[in-house]
Each structure stands twice: as structure tokens, then as C-alpha cells.
């Protein structure tokens, strides 16, 4: 069965801290994994995708295979920032999310 | 991109009655998702909706509680039936549409809130 795990409801930083979210997943086969985010009152949209390796607005996130892994990081964060992030595994045709974090950047 | 619009964007309903959300997307898609997201959880696939078959539904639910309708390539709904206060939720659609770098993702739609009193 497909499984992702976001271990942190709540995240708070400072502006310009680096910032991690975490995400692990449970797969048997071979995994896409994408972040989510979704800005106050906006929907939620793509923000990156492991196959891709690129980084959007500063974030990047790197898969780990060994470590079943697939965390979101940037450098250094911005207020602008704030917002649900979701962590989404897509084995098949059907992707499964984790829970959400909630990152909030202080000035 | 996909440009997906769900109506009604919010609705207040009574135990018992049923409510139909529609899903509108600007460019034909193959695939169309419906997922729901209780309030503080994460988004629970409901089902696959695929023009020209009958959608293909996650453990746990069922087409007579959550029936949808996949009429053309742009349209989809889908019926909250019977509703209880366990069904107040937010009810998102999706579509798998070519994105950028032409890998496919999902586009989602802003939602429809649902309060079940």
C-alpha cells in the first residue's frame, strides 16, 4: 500500500533560516514524488516533482531511496513562504498525500 | 495549465438531503479525480471519473453515497447523497493534464465547502 508520512503538523522560522519539511513514504514499486503547496485562500498546486530535479522559488527536494524519503528544503526562507505543503506519492495513476505541514515564516 | 471551476463554491446542508457539485475545466482531460478533505486531513482520493466509463472507486467508498457523472471530456460531478454531519467536508476535483517540461500533472479545482448540520 501506498503511504506518505508528514511527521510535522506545525513548522515556524525565521526569514532567512533555512527551512526543512520532512516526508517519508511506503512503497513496494517505483515512486514519483511531488510537494504540493497551498497559499492562504488559493488552491492547491504543484510545486515540484522528484523526476524533474529542478528547484521552484528556492525549493528543492531530493529523493532518497534508501532513506524512503522525499524532504523539501530551501536555504533560506521567505515570508512569503507561509502556506500548507503537502508531500504526495503517485505509484500509479492514483496519488496519496500525507497530511500537510503548515509552514509559517516570521519576519 | 488546466483551469478547473467548481460550483457551488460552498454550501450549508440538512441531514438527509443531497448535493451535486460540478467540475469545469477549460481543456479536454482524460482523467478526472474527486477527493475529499476532511477537516484537519490530508486529501482522500473518492474516485477516478473517465469519460465514457463508470468511475473507478477507492476503498471506503461507494456509487450509491458518491455517484458521479462524466458526461464529456471538459464536465464531470459528483453527488454527496444522503448526507450526514460526517460528510461536512471540502470536496476537491482534478484533472491529469500535460504541464510544464511535458510531464502530466494534476491540476485541482479551488474546492467546495461543505457543511452538513
Known amino acids: 500500500a501506498q503511504r506518505v508520512t508528514q511527521p510535522e503538523k506545525l513548522l515556524s522560522v525565521f526569514k532567512g533560516a533555512p527551512v526543512e519539511l520532512k516526508c517519508n513514504y511506503s512503497y513496494s514499486g517505483s515512486p514519483e514524488l511531488f510537494w504540493y503547496v497551498q497559499y492562504s485562500r488559493q488552491r492547491l498546486q504543484l510545486l515540484l516533482r522528484h523526476i524533474s530535479r529542478e528547484s521552484i522559488k528556492g525549493f528543492t527536494a531530493d529523493l532518497n531511496k534508501g532513506e524512503t524519503s522525499f524532504h523539501l528544503k530551501k536555504p533560506f526562507a521567505q515570508e512569503e513562504d507561509s502556506a500548507m505543503y503537502y508531500c504526495a506519492l503517485g505509484g500509479s495513476e492514483k496519488l496519496v498525500f500525507g497530511k500537510g505541514t503548515k509552514l509559517t515564516v516570521n519576519p | 495549465s488546466a483551469v478547473i471551476s467548481q460550483k457551488p463554491s460552498r454550501d450549508i446542508c440538512q441531514r438527509g438531503t443531497s448535493l451535486t457539485i460540478q467540475c469545469q475545466v477549460d481543456s479536454q482531460v482524460t482523467m478526472m479525480f474527486w477527493y475529499r478533505q476532511q477537516p484537519g486531513q490530508s486529501l482522500t482520493l473518492i474516485a477516478t471519473?473517465?469519460?465514457?466509463?463508470?468511475?473507478?472507486?477507492e476503498s471506503g467508498f461507494v456509487i450509491d453515497k458518491f455517484p458521479i457523472s462524466r458526461p464529456n471530456l471538459t464536465f464531470s460531478t459528483l453527488t454527496v447523497s444522503n448526507m450526514s454531519p460526517e460528510d461536512s467536508s471540502i470536496y476537491l476535483c482534478?484533472?491529469?493534464?500535460?504541464?510544464?517540461?511535458?510531464?502530466?500533472?494534476?491540476?485541482f479545482g479551488p474546492g467546495t465547502r461543505l457543511t452538513v448540520t
Open positions: 482534478s484533472v491529469e493534464y500535460l504541464g510544464r517540461g511535458l510531464n502530466y500533472e494534476q491540476y
Open positions: 471519473a473517465n469519460q465514457g466509463s463508470e468511475a473507478t472507486y
